[in-house]
């Protein structure tokens, strides 16, 4: 017995946890960077409205820059930040601040404005803002720079805690959406625990189909399930049919059988044992020809859509099986022939069946017909091969010829056996989407017509023309 692998519900637990896990961690790192972004232009801001209100207390006067820095202006900064501040004149001096504070100066970027750079000062990583103010002087530096800084301890707090509550607030979200995920995911799975509930409660005998309403998802597994049953319910039935057959058909046989060898032994002269000898050897011969009728008869319907199908030249199939049959009958002056086509007659099917299917024919003529004539013939019927056995014998009777494709219909005149032959025949050409026929040719002779559809790729041709001749 197989054994069980991992759940469906875990397979798809696991599944929906990575995809929620993979986008959380990247809706974190897109929220952390995000925020790392706002807090860094919302403290550049401030540093640079800083750095403006003392550009606008800085003013040239008496051939000197002056500076009144405001106490407001660094206010607005952190109290949990270092600040450092510098103004340095036209000249390259500092003139306010502190000396030491002199990092290099964006001249280019600092035409179009106010600019935020990140630096070093004293060890310690620090954002400063550059803001020029131009000067009434000549020369080819004009302006007096205002440089202020500060360090980043405000902003990456600042950052850290949005980051960290935005963390928090994913993490939960995703959480929820998992447990939410999960139990809709064992809601969804509940219609298949239904279908495995219904087959648990199902007795040995109950082939009907599920009725069970499913969703649309697990409508092709249900439907096949019911296919499955259907051929189940088919094969079991004719299961049935054949042993019940085959126990209806033997106990005549059987009984008759018995009653001889009671009647040997019983039997007081050599006259009448060698009578009953005589009748128990024709008995038992019957006997194993139904026997090997009923297991052909068997062999055919297990093996009608539960076998292989091949790419069969039917030709060469009629003319080996015609050869081994006529080696049974080769005392006998029969007018042989058999014709085909020079191409292939090509045909999708289960030999072994095919076989089967024209030694009963074949058999037939040569036990019931054939006199003195036994022809076969394959020639093209539009896009079928149709195999035609023809004899000189009576043939079949037109009403008897549908009674007697039935198995163990009613025999004419006495003879033995289950009339097992033509329906086997039958059920071979109803297997291969095929035909069995009966009919007279030109000249008023029996003819056993079989057609089955030429294989994919083959056409065949308007009439058969190889030569005729003995097999």
């Known amino acids: 017995m197989t054994a069980p692998s991992r759940s469906l519900y875990a397979r798809l637990a696991l599944r929906v946890g990575l995809v929620l896990a993979v986008s959380g961690l990247l809706l974190i790192t897109a929220i952390v960077m995000s925020t790392r972004l706002a807090a860094r232009d919302v403290y550049d801001r401030l540093l640079i409205g800083a750095a403006l209100q003392m550009a606008e207390h800085t003013w040239y006067e008496n051939g000197k820059v002056n500076v009144d820095a405001p106490i407001s202006s660094l206010s607005m900064l952190s109290a949990g930040d270092q600040t450092f501040y510098a103004v340095r004149d036209p000249a390259g ?87 939410a995920a999960l139990f809709t995911l064992h809601q969804a799975l509940a219609p298949l625990k239904q279908i495995v509930g219904a087959i648990g409660r199902r007795d040995l005998n109950d082939l009907a189909p599920f009725t069970e309403r499913v969703p649309a998802e697990i409508y092709p597994l249900v439907k096949s399930l019911n296919e499955f049953v259907e051929r189940l319910s088919r094969h079991r039935a004719v299961m049935r049919r054949v042993i019940g057959d085959a126990a209806h058909q033997l106990r005549t046989p059987v009984a008759a059988l018995l009653s001889q060898m009671e009647m040997l032994s019983s039997a007081r002269s050599d006259g009448d044992g060698d009578k009953h000898l005589s009748r128990l050897g024709e008995l ?84 019931y017909g054939a006199p003195g004539l036994l022809h076969v013939e394959i020639g093209a019927e539009g896009t079928d091969w149709e195999l035609r056995v023809i004899d000189d014998g009576p043939g079949i009777p037109a009403p008897d010829q549908q009674r007697l494709r039935r198995p163990f219909a009613a025999r004419t005149g006495n003879r033995p056996g289950a009339s097992l032959g033509l329906s086997i025949v039958e059920e071979v050409a109803r297997a291969h989407q095929g035909e069995l026929r009966f009919g007279r040719d030109a000249g008023g002779r029996f003819v056993v017509a079989l057609s089955l559809p030429a294989a994919r790729g083959d056409t065949p041709a308007a009439s058969p023309s190889g030569a005729g001749g003995q097999p």
């Open 284 to 367: 038992t011969r019957q006997l194993g020809a139904l026997v090997n009728q009923l297991i052909n008869h068997a062999m055919v319907q297990h093996r009608a859509g539960s076998v292989p199908l091949q790419r069969i030249d039917l030709a060469r199939l009629a003319r080996d099986e015609m050869s081994e049959m006529l080696a049974a009958h080769a005392n006998r002056m029969l007018d042989l022939a058999f014709s085909a086509p020079d191409q292939p007659c090509a045909v999708i099917g289960d030999p072994v069946t095919l076989r089967e299917a024209l030694r009963n024919v074949l058999a037939n003529a040569l036990e």
């Open 93 to 179: 001096r500092i003139v306010a601040g502190d000396a030491e504070f002199q990092p290099p100066i964006p001249w280019k970027q600092l035409e179009d404005g106010p600019v935020v750079m990140q630096g070093n000062h004293l060890g310690l990583p620090v954002s400063i803002a550059f803001v020029g103010r131009r000067m009434p002087v000549a020369g080819a530096n004009p302006w007096a720079v205002i440089m202020l800084a500060h360090t980043n301890n405000a902003r990456n707090s600042f950052a850290d805690k949005l980051g960290t509550d935005a963390t928090v607030l994913v993490a939960a979200a995703a959480l929820l959406t998992l447990f």
